[in-house]
């Protein structure tokens, strides 16, 4: 979960608690949130929240990682590992992990949901003979 500067975050250093979530279609609440959960610290000016471009790009990965189905705290690990200028290959290295493991699970619900969706279908089959054959005896009785 490596960062990937846009244009717009070397134009802009600061931003409010509601310019990030018109930017990233979520609610302050929510972003109060990921604050409450150590992901954000921004600065304050009185009640004011202040977010840093690091703030954004926090805020900008934990939506990813989010999407991929990852917990907040494993999203913490992966991006507090990252520290410019350094050797990225641990986070990666990590980052590879956690997505195999995600994955995995991934795979294992698959797997039982098909098994009931074949069960399923497999009831249904049986509930439509037996409703045939109760609509086949009303019709000869």
Known sequence: MIPDPTPSEKEHSEYSIGDLSREFDITPRAIRFYEDQGL???ARD???????SRDRTRLKL??????LGLTLSEVRELIDMYEPGRDDRPQLERFLA???HHKGALEGQRADIEAQLSEIAAFEARIRKQLQKRKSRGKLG
């Open 40 to 42: 954000l610290s921004p």
């Open 46 to 52: 009185g009640q004011r929240r202040i977010y840093s």
């Open 62 to 67: 934990t939506l990813r990682g989010k999407r």
């Open 98 to 100: 956690v997505l195999e």
